[in-house]
């Protein structure tokens, strides 16, 4: 039974629109949310994350929205470039002193020029 | 500098073999993590090491998994008599210090293939 959903497998997007991923989680315990961004035979970067008590983080064009009520959290990315073409895996943390992460299956996003 | 390591990128076993994962993460990194990725799925944690602190073995998926991290460095997951549905991806990662809030940096990960 997955904790963390990314029900969208891909996304394809035209460059300079905005990107918006989504990620769906059951666990009304986990506290912290992460994503990373996954080129193809590399290992996953860190890209920004929000913890429980926040509803928005920003940084740069890449923003992450926290919907607790919902169990929604979602990265959008404006303005959308073709370099942001990549997996992106939706993270989350059970606490702030826990170790593992629980991933999503990733969403495939196509930025075209 | 050079971040976290991994070693074979590639490796193909036959049913029953065991085989051997190497990581090598980032200098000074206390934490150290492995992850699997199969075909279609997300990262699956396997196991953490902090410090010298017992490690978090609760996601490994059977008792052919192990590892180990020597001097606090280095470390090697270890299967035996690998199966089918262990072919994935091996990913490790690093981080500075312990708990999964801080950003941990991936290894390029060892694709195994069990045949």
């Known amino acids: 039974d997955q904790q963390v959903k990314q029900n969208s497998p891909s996304l394809s997007v035209q460059e300079g629109r905005i990107s918006i991923l989504n990620c769906d989680y059951t666990n009304s315990m986990f506290d912290y949310f992460l994503w990373y961004k996954k080129y193809p035979a590399e290992g996953p970067t860190f890209l920004i994350s929000?913890?429980?008590?926040?509803d928005k983080n920003e940084d740069g064009r890449f923003t992450v929205f926290l919907n607790k009520s919902a169990k929604h959290l979602s990265l959008h990315i404006v303005p959308s470039q073709p370099g942001d073409s990549a997996v992106y895996f939706c993270?989350?943390?059970?606490?702030?002193?826990?170790?593992?992460?629980?991933f999503g299956k990733g969403t495939t996003l196509s930025v075209s020029s | 500098g050079a971040g976290v390591s991994q070693s074979p990128s590639n490796k193909v076993t036959e049913k029953g073999k065991d085989v051997e994962l190497r990581c090598d993460p980032i200098?000074?990194?206390?934490?150290l993590y492995w992850y699997r990725q199969s075909l279609g799925q997300g990262l699956e944690f396997l196991i953490y090491?902090?410090?010298?602190?017992?490690?978090?073995k609760s996601g490994l998926p059977s008792d052919r998994f192990s590892a180990e991290r020597t001097g606090g460095s280095v470390s090697t997951l270890t299967i035996q008599r690998t199966q089918q549905e262990d072919s994935a991806v091996y990913l490790c990662a690093s981080s500075s210090t312990g708990g999964a809030i801080y950003e941990q940096y991936f290894g390029p990960g060892t694709r195994l293939t069990v045949t």
């Open positions: 090491f902090q410090g010298n602190s017992a490690p978090d």
């Open positions: 200098s000074g990194h206390t934490a």
């Open positions: 993270a989350a943390s059970l606490n702030q002193a826990g170790t593992a992460l629980i």
């Open positions: 929000i913890s429980s008590i926040k």
